[in-house]
DNA sequence: GATGAATGAGGGTTCATTCAT
DNA sequence: CATGAATGAACCCTCATTCAT
């Protein structure tokens, strides 16, 4: 495999299944690289669609349409539209999932990488509203995609754990006030959640970086 | 009318039209008071279901199984499908609006008020998850409920401006540190929002209750 | 219930569950009454429609253009088109069981009861091809229809028993030579389905009345 | 051509079409014989799957599965789905003709010949009951598939003609009753149609043969 | 007002056929 | 020739809305 092409899967993120169906595929490089290009078409249009009108008020014929795909296209990279959901949340919960979890939970200044932490997040929650809205969908219809919103909860798990230690470090360091830890995380991703949903029509505004002392006091810090 | 006649009127709220039209209905006070408890009836039971499967999820034939009432029924008291999902949320607003804006703006001691009403109104996003369901549900979808959701947007900026006014006291009274009020309100209430979000399965939790203290931090109080 | 409704209602046959269904709602007698009708229409034209093209060459659409009833109507009578392929064949089983199995096991005369008999069902297999075809097409795909195919094998096992029966007697009588009786009534019913199938498209003729000598032959008449 | 592929030819039979063209290919001996027997694959795996789910019901992935045959291949072998059926169907049937109609219509001992046939003839209907199951669609579907029913029926034709002449010599010769001989033919395979239908999950058990002299009736023999 | 049968547009999905590789 | 992705018409079924009773 070119490296070429192997960049690009790593841009598809971690659907490893059709990954392999694709490349185990009799069929030439190029051939294999543009089915990739399509599926991904697919699922980035997906996103936009599936938060704005919800899994029922979403049409195959609308991503299609907006994918510029054939109609019949969208049922051969995906079962159903069930599985296209499914696939359209995870397949980016894991890109997103690396950058939000990019931080060191054993820093010499734990309020400096709060900080930067606390920044980085803000800017992701700022700008991705979309696929987040689409997260605040399953999360809320839960009963109703069980596997999908596990998934989303394992995450949200990994989360607060590394965010947790992060926190044990800092009190046992005497840069933060002694709160449970858990309580603390759990605190902080409410609030990054609960603005993106009140801030629903500002993506990117300045009103986000204003924020991050606000939510730095969450962390109970001793100077601030 | 009678007394009680009336009292119920207020709480099936702002359905004027609908108000009007039964009242001025050459029928019966029993008749009345039946036809205002049937709309009631609907509309409580369309909360779980709306809250739960969506506007397209959710249909008439759910509603009136659910509410007991004959499937034309439901035709009788809302007009169009849409109308009945508008006043599902709206009727209910106004009575949790009620109890959500419980609390006095200038207090002699800010601390304790504040304390009061985190305590209140984290009792309340605990124990009705499903309308607060409902109301993420509106504010994620807002592009296909704008009247709706501006409704609701109003109450938010309502309960923001009174929260404003109790935190701009609490600093004057030098109980809380100098924060710019409204970015501390906006994140108290996306604090709540997130909650709700993040423990949606579990309601009336003890786990709610350990949460005051955190919240209490985000309005930057002088001694904790 | 008038009279009239009565003898309406032998006429759809057993239908007993939609029977139940359709007296027992709160509606007019006369609204009854039509929706009776309107279901047996759909019946009726379903015969035809999946005698010739199969279950799944017969379309919803072609049943409803057919019975000159609305597309979605079809599915108030019926649940799913599988259930209205088994009322299809069911509901008309009943009426044809009663005139094929319409001879006595017990005559004085076994010979003539059994000349009889035959006359009476060759003219019932000529004359009601359509809807054999079904039965065959039912026979022919009974793995896939399994209920279906059961209910009339279980009328076929009905059938070769009395048959059974009164070959036996006229074997005690000694009008008849001993020969296995379940061996010679299967084959009799045997011979009957096959000359359906072979004389597909000759419906009522002539042919089918020289038969009957032939068809006595199969139950060894010791005169003939 | 070696003697060998031409073997192989006739059994494929009147595919006169694809024969001609697969000959007239610049292609390898070897290449041509492998092309041959995927054909064949393909047919021989069709009779199931059309004999159990109808033409409807049949996909060509099934189809393709089934014969582990690549999807296009089908294609390139059968231009349409409906071409597919009708070599499936009268492939076959060439190859069955040919022992059915395997019997002397002017024997010394027309008694004998008749029982050694129906001994014959009964072990085929036994023994491949997923053909008949497909000519028995066919017969059933023939307003649909004209052409093949066409081919059938000239067969069906042929056999009674055979029959009719032996029966005709079994009289002559006072071997048998005087009875219609053309009726007798037609009732013979009516019976054997039957036979196939009624007992539709009973290949090869040992009923089969205790039918012979149930079937031997139909004839009319003086002496049995 | 109460009821539920009637309607047909629109949903997800399947599949024969085409065609580029 | 072999392969299977691409296509969209047509399938069954659902459901908001209408309306006769």
Redesign the interface.
């Given at each position: 495999m070119t490296a070429k092409c192997f960049m690009l899967l790593l841009t598809i993120d971690r659907s490893i299944i059709l990954f392999k169906e694709i490349i185990s595929m009799p069929i030439s490089e190029n051939q294999r690289l543009k089915m990739i290009q399509k599926r991904k078409r697919i699922l980035d249009e997906s996103i936009d669609l599936f938060?704005?009108?919800?899994?029922?008020?979403t049409t195959i014929k609308m991503i299609a349409e907006k994918a510029e795909v054939s109609f019949g296209s969208v049922f051969t990279y995906f079962e159903t539209k069930e599985q296209l959901f499914h696939a359209t949340v995870i397949d980016s919960l894991d890109a997103y999932s690396e950058i939000i979890l990019d931080f060191n939970p054993n820093p010499e200044n734990v309020l400096q990488e709060i900080e930067n932490m606390i920044n980085n997040q803000i800017k992701i929650f700022s700008e991705f509203s979309t696929y987040l809205?689409l997260v605040?969908?399953v999360?809320?219809?839960?009963?109703?995609f069980p596997e999908t919103f596990n998934e989303l909860d394992q995450f949200?798990d990994k989360l607060r754990g590394k965010l947790s230690e992060l926190i044990k470090n800092g009190q046992k360091m005497g840069q933060l006030f002694k709160?449970?830890p858990m309580?603390?995380a759990?605190?902080y991703?409410?609030?990054?959640?609960?603005?993106r949903?009140?801030?629903?029509?500002e993506p990117e505004s300045e009103m986000w970086k204003?924020?991050v002392?606000?939510?730095m006091?969450?962390f109970?810090p001793k100077k601030v």
């Open positions: 938060a704005e009108h919800g899994y029922d008020g809205l605040v969908y999360v809320g219809h839960h009963h109703r949200h709160l449970d309580y603390v759990s605190c991703t409410s609030l990054l959640m609960g603005l949903l009140n801030f629903i029509d204003e924020i002392p606000y939510a006091q969450l109970g």
